[in-house]
T-cell receptor, first 113, second 113 residues
Framework: ETGVTQTPRHLVMGMTNKKSLKCEQHLGHNAMYWYKQSAKKPLELMFVYNFKEQTENNSVPSRFSPECPNSSHLFLHLHTLQPEDSALYLC????????????FGPGTRLTVL | AQSVTQLDSHVSVSEGTPVLLRCNYSSSYSPSLFWYVQHPNKGLQLLLKYTSAATLVKGINGFEAEFKKSETSFHLTKPSAHMSDAAEYFCVVSDGGSYIPTFGRGTSLIVHP
């Protein structure tokens, strides 16, 4: 968790709300990831950004919209979510090499009512 | 292509007894392999990492793992379990063919007093 922060840590929202999750890394990395972790399910990769360019969208519904304004910041904009979107959303960063370590933030626990 | 299989979804041990969490991988290139630990409602923390140096890797909190190429395994061990080791453990493979690591489904370690 060191070096990668996520805000807010907890979020409760209704299905008609719009909210954003924020991730910030202070490690000088240039690749950033969003993952979704639901109860009893494997970790799901959502998006990957390398050098601020989106390089992976793992068939994520359009109600999730990522934004990466620079290599240190990553956002996940949320709108018109469904209750099944309730999960722990994890951000990670790494250097853009295939063998380097990913560092994870503490996650945002999202509950959709 | 790369893949990883964690052979046990749950492992239950008594405090003070050895821990063995099993992981098999497949990779088209020389892989890097990782073990992460996740405590409830937390992010993932790196335990240890193998990157083609010594085959026996020592990590934090007394954990270690041995890379066995002939068996395509990277099992995680600890001589004596503590109550604080109760958590979810993830084995991860990353090779030269992809900048997206592949995560196992996780093994839940339960430690009984």
């Amino acid at each position: 968790e060191t070096g990668v922060t996520q805000t807010p840590r907890h979020l409760v929202m209704g299905m008609t709300n719009k909210k954003s999750l924020k991730c910030e890394q202070h490690l000088g990395h240039n690749a950033m990831y969003w993952y979704k972790q639901s109860a009893k399910k494997p970790l799901e990769l959502m998006f990957v950004y390398n050098f601020k360019e989106q390089t992976e969208n793992n068939s994520v519904p359009s109600r999730f919209s990522p934004e990466c304004p620079n290599s240190s910041h990553l956002f996940l904009h949320l709108h018109t979510l469904q209750p099944e979107d309730s999960a722990l959303y994890l951000c990670a960063s790494r250097l853009y090499t295939s063998t380097d370590t990913q560092y994870f933030g503490p996650g945002t626990r999202l509950t959709v009512l | 292509a790369q893949s990883v299989t964690q052979l046990d979804s749950h492992v239950s041990v008594s405090e003070g007894t050895p821990v063995l969490l099993r992981c098999n991988y497949s990779s088209s290139y020389s892989p890097s392999l990782f073990w992460y630990v996740q405590h409830p409602n937390k992010g993932l923390q790196l335990l240890l990492k193998y990157t083609s140096a010594a085959t026996l890797v020592k990590g934090i909190n007394g954990f270690e793992a041995e890379f066995k190429k002939s068996e395509t395994s990277f099992h995680l061990t600890k001589p004596s379990a503590h109550m604080s080791d109760a958590a979810e453990y993830f084995c991860v493979v990353s090779d030269g063919g992809s900048y997206i690591p592949t995560f196992g489904r996780g093994t839940s370690l339960i430690v009984h007093p």
